[in-house]
């Protein structure tokens, strides 16, 4: 990780931040492994106590830096996945409210994300609804002065354990399409709102399936802002997906290279032959594009450049794909100790899997560097 926060495009502040996260990393990351819901409660409090949720929310009008998330995102994904999605959602889950809540909406819930106080959860996907938002069915009507919300989210992390939950519903009619959709911040505990399933995936955290039944919510943004709302706040922590990929990945690296360098192969070791110097070559190739197109798309990002968008997909789509090859390498190189349940490498396979799809999966990073290009064409 040392290279990369050498490059330009990071600057001493970040290096300082590298430094905090190594030390919270080597105290803390490796003893949070197995109950979900209670180690995910102690990791966001641990890293609250550590001043480390505050780079999660805006700050004094401005948004999170990017750059600081790609750099704990990477740091923390190559110690613990669990971690680094403790991290990441309390910056996704109040995201909107960072770019695009009031004054009092800020005042009253970013503080409590970065002091751990409330957990937070990003509500999105509906069961018949993944990467096509602009479609989503949950309801939202006025009723009693406010919102009230009736539907399904599913997919939903944090689902179980959220104090406070970005969640968007139809206001409008379904032909308004994206037009009609609204944002709104609902209250962990409101009656209106229950876990209707708890869902297990391959790489365990608290995912659930949530039920609203005339949930109260309170408008975030403009009514018919929705969509953009959702929208913004993914481009925001897309390119943080990128660089937990990266962390995933350099670790699959260094694995690799401790088991290969003391594997005995004959009378030398598997290090010295030459298809896995070749697979070795090849990981670091990879690793080093992907640090390059993250850099590179947090640096536009924080500075405000135009063509961020594009790159932001070309960083996330490289990162995780390559993410996903590298480790599966290094799965491969481990022979049946790859596989074999408690090996780095195969919790790494489990990890990776489910960043090719969320924030937007490898289809829809692709189609959104396709239209980019035939934009600029066709102007």
């Known amino acids: 990780m040392t290279d990369w926060l050498r490059w330009p495009f ?91 809540g009031s004054d009092e909406q800020k005042a009253q819930w970013l503080p409590k994300v970065a002091s751990g106080e409330a957990i937070a959860a990003y509500a999105l996907t509906e069961p018949e609804t993944g990467s096509d938002a602009a479609n989503i069915a949950m309801r939202a009507e ?60 391959i790489a365990p955290h608290p995912l659930a399936r949530l039920k609203f039944d005339r ?44 088991f290969a360098s003391s594997r005995k192969l004959g009378s030398a070791t598997l290090a010295d032959n030459a298809v896995t110097q070749d697979r070795l070559g090849e990981m670091a190739t990879m690793i080093d594009a992907s640090a390059l197109l993250i850099a590179r798309a947090a640096w536009q990002q924080d500075a405000g450049t135009g063509g961020n968008r594009r790159a932001a997909a070309m960083a996330k789509l490289h990162a995780t794909e390559t993410a996903q090859k590298v480790i599966d390498m290094a799965v491969q190189m481990h022979g049946g100790l790859g596989v074999t349940v408690g090996a ?10 489910s ?18 290009l035939l934009k600029e064409v066709r102007q």
Request: overall charge negative; aromatic content about 8%.
């Open 10 to 100: 990071f600057e001493d502040r970040h290096r300082d931040l590298a430094k905090r996260l190594d030390e919270w990393c080597e105290a803390n990351a490796g003893h949070h492994t197995d109950d979900v819901d209670r180690d995910c409660r102690a990791l966001v409090g641990s890293l609250a106590d550590a001043g480390l949720l505050k780079f999660c929310v805006a700050s004094e009008g401005a948004p999170p830096d990017v750059r600081s998330l790609s750099i704990a995102r990477s740091a923390l994904a190559y110690h613990s996945g669990l971690a680094d999605f403790a991290f990441a959602m309390q910056g996704l889950g109040s995201g909107a409210v960072s770019l695009f």
């Open 142 to 201: 006025r009723a009693d002065g406010g919102w009230r919300l009736t539907g399904e989210k599913s997919y939903i992390s944090n689902g179980t354990i959220a104090g406070m939950l970005t969640v968007f519903a139809r206001t409008g009619s379904a032909e308004d399409g994206a037009k009609g959709i609204s944002a709104f911040i609902v209250r962990g505990d409101d009656p209106g709102l229950t876990v209707a399933e708890r869902i297990d995936v």
């Open 215 to 258: 949930g109260r919510g309170e408008l975030l943004g403009s009514q018919g802002e929705g969509f953009k709302v959702a929208m913004e706040t993914l481009n925001l922590f897309r390119v943080t997906v990128g660089a937990a990929s990266l962390g995933f990945a350099r670790r699959a690296l260094d694995e690799a290279l401790a």
């Open 344 to 353: 780095k490498v195969e919790e790494l396979y489990r990890e990776i899997r």
């Open 355 to 372: 960043l090719r799809i969320y924030e937007g999966a490898s289809e829809v990073q692709r189609q959104i560097i396709a239209r980019s």
